[in-house]
Every structure is written in structure tokens, then in C-alpha cells.
């Protein structure tokens, strides 16, 4: 799905961003240029980020967790 039309980045762009080390909306802006222009997109990608942020912690706690118990 198209996040921020102006730039042309997607769901999936974002979510790649934060799989590969971006922490916040800062992070997404500096990478892709998301919300640097008209801005209309910056409250749904800073949703969409600390929403991946959140499901990657809890992945990563989860298989953290799987380890210790094995
Ligand atoms: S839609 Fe993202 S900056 Fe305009």
C-alpha cells in the first residue's frame, strides 16, 4: 500500500527500514524521505513504525525466550 504519495514509498518500504535498524519516524524520513514534503503521510508512518518496532521486539523477545527454555 502507498504510505506517502509524494515520495512513492510503501508499507513495505517502511517495514524493510525498521528490519534493517530504523527506530522511529526520524529514522524513516532520513532513510526515504517520508513526510518531506507535503507531510500528509507523517502521522500514518509514525503509527506504521512504532507499530513494526513494536511486533519486531516482541518477535525477537519471543525467540529470546524459546532459547533460554531450551
Ligand atoms: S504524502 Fe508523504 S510527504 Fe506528501
Redesign the pocket.
Known amino acids: 500500500m502507498l ?5 512513492g ?1 510503501t508499507d513495505k518500504d517502511i517495514k524493510n527500514a525498521v528490519h534493517e535498524g530504523a527506530t522511529g519516524f526520524r529514522d524513516i524520513h532520513a532513510a526515504l524521505g ?9 502521522s500514518y ?1 509514525k503509527d506504521l513504525v512504532n507499530d513494526t518496532v513494536s511486533q519486531l521486539q516482541l518477535s525477537n523477545n519471543f525467540h529470546l525466550a524459546q532459547e533460554v527454555s531450551c
Not at 34 to 40: A, L, N
Open positions: 504510505v506517502c504519495i509524494c515520495k514509498i517520508v513526510g518531506g514534503c507535503c507531510g500528509q503521510c507523517a508512518a
